[in-house]
């Protein structure tokens, strides 16, 4: 039976968006990421990472840089009662990608295809999923995706179709009791 998912963008709700950060000495967590990550786990949502991750793309790090950023992310979560279900992500970017990088892809946000690889991958329903993100793409990848319960994280005022609903300290009562978390 499929089961609903508190999709994250990483940088910038999961960690400070300090730009391209792909070494754990750089990684900062946001307050509240942790409390909001184990609310979810016990109400029964999966918890998916869906990220941009264009400084692979342009050079910066590479995939398995990326990946061992992830996994010590992942041990953090499991550490602090929260898990990681699933991280997607996307290295490509259509104007500053380097050779197979260069390209546009739907799995770049503002494309749902992240979102959609995951319901298939892990029998999730997108119905009663909700994204919790920091930019206008974040709430747009949603949006494609069928998600209807989207939430803006961050200062730019940049939050396109979404409602900015509050900072994501404040998020985890509200979530709570809108949506079962």
Same mark, same amino acid.
């Given at each position: 039976?499929?089961?609903?998912?508190?999709?994250?963008?990483?940088?910038?709700?999961?960690?400070?968006?300090?730009?391209?950060?792909?070494?754990?000495?750089?990684?900062?967590?946001?307050?509240?990421?942790?409390?909001?990550?184990?609310? /979810?786990? !016990?109400? $029964?949502? =999966?918890?998916? *990472?869906?990220?941009?991750?264009?400084?692979?793309?342009? %050079?910066?790090? #590479?995939?398995?840089?990326?990946?061992?950023?992830?996994?010590?992310?992942?041990?953090?979560? /499991?550490? !602090?009662? $929260?898990? =990681?279900?699933? *991280?997607?992500?996307?290295?490509?970017?259509?104007?500053? %990608?380097?050779? #197979?990088?260069?390209?546009?892809?739907?799995?770049?946000?503002?494309?749902?295809?992240?979102?959609?690889?995951?319901?298939?991958? =892990?029998?999730?329903?997108?119905?009663?999923?909700?994204?919790?993100?920091?930019?206008?793409?974040?709430?747009?990848?949603?949006?494609?995706?069928?998600?209807?319960?989207?939430?803006?994280?961050?200062?730019?005022?940049?939050?396109?179709?979404?409602?900015?609903?509050?900072?994501?300290?404040?998020?985890?009562?509200?979530?709570?009791?809108?949506?079962?978390?």
């Amino acid at each position: 039976m499929a089961r609903p998912a508190l999709f994250l963008d990483r940088d910038g709700v999961i960690n400070v968006d300090h730009t391209y950060v792909y070494q754990k000495e750089n990684f900062d967590f946001i307050e509240g990421i942790f409390e909001l990550v184990a609310a /979810a786990k !016990r109400a $029964g949502y =999966l918890v998916v *990472v869906v990220t941009n991750q264009a400084g692979i793309g342009r %050079g910066y790090y #590479t995939p398995e840089d990326f990946h061992l950023l992830m996994d010590w992310v992942g041990e953090q979560f /499991a550490q !602090r009662g $929260g898990i =990681l279900d699933g *991280v997607y992500f996307c290295p490509h970017h259509p104007e500053h %990608g380097i050779g #197979t990088y260069k390209q546009d892809s739907q799995d770049r946000k503002p494309g749902p295809g992240m979102l959609l690889r995951a319901a298939r991958e =892990l029998d999730i329903d997108l119905a009663r999923s909700l994204m919790v993100g920091d930019k206008a793409s974040d709430a747009q990848a949603g949006q494609a995706a069928g998600l209807t319960r989207l939430y803006y994280f961050g200062n730019d005022g940049d939050h396109g179709p979404a409602e900015p609903i509050a900072r994501l300290a404040d998020l985890i009562p509200y979530l709570e009791k809108t949506c079962d978390i």
